[in-house]
């Protein structure tokens, strides 16, 4: 993680967010009920949804760095690895 936040984020590892990220969410008629839901609810409208996979694929490597420098550039932070335990 640290090397690429050094040298930014790998443009396939974009691209992989960017196309497998959706199903995940819609895997049965209950996600997408709630999903809907919540989207109508937050005033998004109840099909905003459909709209969510343009708006991944928009995303560009230069929009992750001015987002990550705005919250986390020069502000105290913590590491934390999650491994598990040497035998």
Do not use: M
């Amino acid at each position: 993680f640290f090397f690429q936040a050094e040298d930014g984020i790998r443009d396939y590892k974009v691209t992989g967010v960017q196309t497998c990220a959706l199903p995940i969410w819609w895997q049965d008629n209950g996600e997408l009920t709630l999903i809907a839901g919540l989207d109508e609810l937050y005033g998004l409208g109840y099909d905003y949804y459909r709209g969510s996979a343009q708006r991944y694929r928009s995303v560009t490597n230069d929009d992750i760095k001015r987002v990550a420098n705005a919250y986390f550039a020069g502000k105290p932070h913590a590491v934390v690895i999650v491994k598990p335990q040497e035998k």
